[in-house]
């Protein structure tokens, strides 16, 4: 319970910091003379502007949340690996798309949908990948240290 | 329970003798403690206790409501919640799963199976389940 207490606070830390840092690169690139927290279209849904900021750095928490609390998924020793994959996946997806909705990432259309699908499962892949070469990376290190003694 | 004490300063090794008519725990616990020097644990085989030394074990394993104790020759049985004993064990001991500690400097070396798991091999060839975030418990162990 503690430690899935720590990794939910580290996930709204972790979730806040990257949607400012992000949401901030997206300002300049897009030369804004005031900052958006995401898509102007999404701070007109607010009277104000901080409105527009306080939405957006609850729904960054919550997916830090969601990414965080997912990986918690991996530590179920009794399932197979495919079985945690496809449950992590879908809990990734079902619990991202929306919040990445509400946030103004992307217009609701199908055409947005897809490419918004197909981009996330490409990542979601690709991390998969990284995240076994390093643990296969980890093992060889560990064997060649127990090989010297 | 009767209990004598023989304070004497010329004894050249300590020692205490227990006549029980069985095993328990509490007796269990009493012997624990006064085994942290000793380096051994006294575990059950078949209905006779013996010490065991904790450097000759290699897998602690949790098998119904005891602990199975291997070591390159023999298995031993320890009546603890697994969580207690770990507590007890010395640091070469890390948990590799639930339910199961690994001498770790009795590993002769981790494989990733197809299916994403990790085994680790020990020198008795017996093969044990390690889970992925347990790891980095290892590692810290061999000073990586």
Same mark, same amino acid.
């Given at each position: 319970?503690?430690?899935?207490?720590?990794?939910?606070?580290?996930?709204?830390?972790?979730?806040?910091?990257?949607?400012?840092?992000?949401?901030?690169?997206?300002?300049?690139?897009?030369?804004?003379?005031?900052?958006?927290?995401?898509?102007?279209?999404?701070?007109?849904?607010?009277?104000?502007?901080?409105?527009?900021?306080?939405?957006?750095?609850?729904?960054?928490?919550?997916?830090?949340?969601?990414?965080?609390?997912? %990986?918690?998924? #991996?530590? &179920?020793?009794?399932?197979? @690996?495919?079985?945690? $994959? +496809?449950?992590?996946?879908? =809990? !990734?997806? /079902?619990?991202?798309?929306?919040?990445?909705?509400? %946030?103004?990432? #992307?217009? &609701?259309?199908?055409?947005? @949908?897809?490419?918004? $699908? +197909?981009?996330?499962?490409? =990542? !979601?892949? /690709?991390?998969?990948?990284?995240?076994?070469?390093?643990?296969?990376?980890?093992?060889?290190?560990?064997?060649?240290?127990?090989?010297?003694? | 329970?009767?209990?004598?004490?023989?304070?004497?300063?010329?004894?050249?090794?300590?020692?205490?003798?227990?006549?029980?008519?069985?095993?328990?725990?509490?007796?269990?616990?009493?012997?624990?403690?006064?085994?942290?020097?000793?380096?051994?644990?006294?575990?059950?085989?078949?209905?006779?206790?013996?010490?065991?030394?904790?450097?000759?074990?290699?897998?602690?394993?949790?098998?119904?409501?005891?602990?199975?104790?291997?070591?390159?020759?023999?298995?031993?049985?320890?009546?603890?919640?697994?969580?207690?004993?770990?507590?007890?064990?010395?640091?070469?001991?890390?948990?590799?799963?639930?339910?199961?500690?690994?001498?770790?400097?009795?590993?002769?070396?981790?494989?990733?199976?197809?299916?994403?798991?990790?085994?680790?091999?020990?020198?008795?060839?017996?093969?044990?389940?390690?889970?992925?975030?347990?790891?980095?418990?290892?590692?810290?162990?061999?000073?990586?």
């Amino acid at each position: 319970m503690k430690r899935i207490v720590k990794k939910a606070v580290y996930g709204v830390q972790t979730g806040v910091v990257l949607g400012l840092v992000i949401s901030l690169i997206f300002n300049y690139l897009a030369g804004a003379k005031r900052y958006y927290p995401s898509s102007p279209q999404f701070s007109t849904r607010f009277a104000t502007s901080l409105d527009a900021v306080l939405v957006s750095v609850i729904l960054w928490a919550v997916m830090g949340l969601v990414f965080s609390l997912g %990986a918690v998924i #991996f530590g &179920v020793e009794d399932w197979s @690996l495919f079985k945690r $994959t +496809v449950v992590n996946f879908f =809990i !990734y997806y /079902l619990g991202f798309t929306p919040l990445a909705i509400l %946030a103004g990432w #992307f217009p &609701v259309t199908p055409a947005y @949908l897809i490419s918004f $699908t +197909v981009i996330f499962m490409i =990542i !979601y892949v /690709l991390m998969w990948v990284i995240n076994v070469a390093i643990v296969r990376h980890q093992i060889d290190k560990i064997n060649r240290r127990l090989k010297r003694g | 329970m009767k209990v004598d004490l023989h304070i004497d300063s010329k004894l050249d090794v300590e020692r205490a003798d227990f006549w029980l008519r069985q095993m328990t725990t509490r007796m269990t616990a009493i012997i624990a403690q006064l085994n942290q020097e000793q380096e051994a644990l006294w575990c059950y085989q078949d209905d006779q206790v013996k010490p065991v030394a904790y450097r000759d074990i290699i897998v602690l394993r949790t098998v119904g409501s005891q602990i199975q104790i291997t070591t390159a020759d023999n298995r031993y049985y320890y009546s603890a919640r697994m969580a207690k004993l770990a507590a007890q064990l010395p640091a070469q001991f890390i948990e590799s799963a639930r339910g199961t500690m690994i001498n770790y400097q009795k590993i002769d070396h981790l494989e990733l199976l197809g299916n994403g798991k990790i085994d680790v091999l020990m020198v008795n060839q017996e093969r044990v389940q390690m889970a992925r975030r347990k790891i980095k418990n290892l590692k810290e162990k061999l000073g990586l």
